[in-house]
């Protein structure tokens, strides 16, 4: 009986329902809103397409909407947690270009942004109080990129795969980002491997949480995780499920070569503002406008007043 609760309650936390979309106003000129448009877990929707908004006035008058840009702008901050798999088989050019790609993206964030870097190989400590960091492999969240780029440059592979207990510990540690920097920054995990946990085969993996446990902290705490999968041996299912289910997107890299420009996706994605376009010729200066955004089955709406 006491099996079957916990069953039930891990598909009802898998299943819990995230809020509508969070619209917000940066900027308002002639013809243009530029909007911080984020969903339940921070992260900009990259999909969005300019006849799912509308523009009305507060006396019933709609305004034409004329088009939809996403660019990139370093003034929104952000929080990365970069994870990067270390065990015996990223040994090699694997490695060498993680790290690459790892420098690349702490060198391309802004002064304000902060970033963690957590490898992981054979044992990943949980002790508590939480957190208790590894300094050969884990650096918490700091604006000095500078040092965490020196941090990754030593990092070395070698043993076993504990995925599992990694991927939770990134989410414990990127959630205290939101308790610590406030619910403005976006925050997010870059989780990279190229294999599966080892327990499953009878290696020494995790020890102390499963498949499902980074994923239920990881929705709990709305923290959304962007996994990269790397050759062949990696566990497509489990990373699927785990940047799926947590907000995030999963990538596929067959070549250690492409690490670069996936770990330069998330930041550029994270990075993303939306300018809607509308007809000024509709609009009296300092009008009282109603912008809402239908995403699926809500709808969600912010004020502003026009110049």
């Known amino acids: 009986m006491l099996s079957q609760f916990i069953a039930s309650l ?15 106003i940066l900027d308002v000129q002639q013809g243009e809103i530029t909007l911080n448009i984020r969903d339940a877990t921070g992260v900009p929707p990259n999909d969005l397409q300019a006849g799912q908004f509308s523009l009305r006035t507060v006396t019933g008058q709609t305004i034409a909407v004329t088009g939809l840009e996403n660019r990139q702008t370093p003034n929104v901050r952000v929080s990365l947690a970069l994870v990067i798999d270390t065990s015996g088989s ?53 604006l000095d990129k500078v040092s965490l780029a020196q941090f990754v440059d030593g990092l070395s592979a070698g043993g076993n795969t504990p995925l599992y207990d990694a ?9 205290r980002e939101v308790q610590t920097q406030g619910g403005n920054i976006r925050r997010a995990v870059i989780f990279l491997t190229d294999g599966r946990d080892e327990t499953a085969s009878g290696s020494a993996g995790s020890q102390v949480y499963n498949d499902d446990s980074a ?82 089955d809500e709808t969600s709406t912010c004020l502003l007043y026009t110049s």
Do not use: C, W
């Not at 770990?263 to 939306?274: E, G």
């Open 10 to 24: 891990l598909v009802g936390l898998l299943a819990i329902p995230t809020p509508p979309i969070n619209l917000n």
């Open 90 to 142: 990223m040994a090699g050019k694997p490695l060498a270009d993680a790290k690459a790609a790892a420098k690349q993206v702490l060198a391309a964030l802004g002064p304000n942004d902060r970033a963690a870097v957590i490898s992981f190989a054979d044992q990943v400590r949980l002790d508590a109080p939480f957190p208790q960091l590894d300094p050969i492999r884990e650096r918490d969240f700091t």
């Open 167 to 175: 991927a939770v510990k990134a989410v414990r540690l990127t959630a």
């Open 215 to 296: 994923i239920i902290d990881a929705k709990a705490q709305r923290v959304p995780i962007f996994t990269i999968g790397l050759g062949a041996q990696r566990d497509k299912a489990f990373l699927t499920r785990l940047a799926t289910l947590t907000g995030g997107q999963s990538q596929d890299a067959p070549d250690s070569a492409q690490l670069t420009a996936q770990f330069r996706n998330v930041l550029q994605q994270m990075k993303t503002v939306h300018t809607l376009r509308y007809d000024p010729t509709q609009v009296i200066s300092g009008t009282l406008v109603r912008v809402s955004l239908k995403f699926g």
